[in-house]
């Protein structure tokens, strides 16, 4: 079945670590993006790519980092200078050009700074 | 200027009992889609249903309809027949055909709670 993978589902780090979130879909999507949600809060953009080796900032993207090597892999690392990473963070894809589809999403990773 | 407004933090709605959740959107492209998710308390997001600028009638998948006013750029979500399991966050949505890369653009969402 075609969908988006992201692991871990959970993730603890330590203050001053870097952490690398993975995504993977094999939808054949050119899109991906990265969404960070807080406790009852709604979803912001942290970096989006169309194609490969291309990638540009969203809304937050300060204290995160991207890399789009392959078609099928868009993963975010939350560096050290991300002063609260403490957050949901959900990796979506989709076609590009085809305003009427919609996003598909990963189940997550929970990450949590101990 | 926010491009999705959803002014209802919480609702609640007694089962078996039809809901109305409120998304007015803002944009000057002629051409977007106007989407609704629904996430559970274990965080993934379902796609719900979709609406498009020139479609001419509202869109309905089975229990949820879309109540859309171009004029006055809302996209209501409607939930009929409320269940139990209806009870989690919803989030409007929007997708211009001049966004770069397709991206959507999300309200705050509302959590709807169903009670026995």
């Known amino acids: 079945d075609g969908g988006i993978t992201q692991s871990p589902k959970y993730l603890f780090r330590k203050e001053g670590q870097n952490v690398t979130l993975s995504c993977e879909q094999n939808l054949n999507h050119d899109a991906m993006y990265w969404y960070r949600q807080d406790p009852g809060q709604g979803l912001r953009l942290i970096y989006y790519s169309q194609i490969v080796n291309d990638f540009q900032k969203g809304d937050i993207a300060e204290g995160y980092s991207v890399s789009r090597e392959k078609k099928e892999s868009f993963p975010l690392t939350v560096t050290s200078a991300q002063k609260n990473p403490t957050a949901f963070y959900l990796c979506?894809?989709?076609?590009?050009?085809?305003?009427?589809?919609?996003?598909?999403f990963g189940q997550g990773t929970r990450l949590t700074v101990v | 200027a926010q491009k999705i407004t959803q002014t209802q933090p919480g609702m609640f709605v007694q089962e078996k009992e039809a809901v109305t959740l409120d998304c007015t959107y803002d944009t000057s492209d002629p051409s977007y889609g106007l989407f609704w998710y629904k996430q559970p308390s274990s965080g993934e997001m379902i796609f719900l249903i979709y609406?498009?600028?020139?479609?001419?009638q509202n869109a309905t998948e089975g229990r949820y309809s879309l109540n859309f006013q171009k004029a006055r750029k809302s996209a209501n979500l409607v939930i009929s027949a409320s269940q139990l399991g209806d009870s989690a966050m919803y989030f409007c949505a929007m997708r211009e055909m001049s966004a770069n890369a397709g991206k959507s653009t999300f309200g705050d969402g509302t959590t709807l709670t169903v009670k026995p």
């Open positions: 609406q498009g600028s020139y479609d001419q």
């Open positions: 979506a894809s989709s076609i590009v050009g085809v305003p009427n589809t919609e996003a598909f």
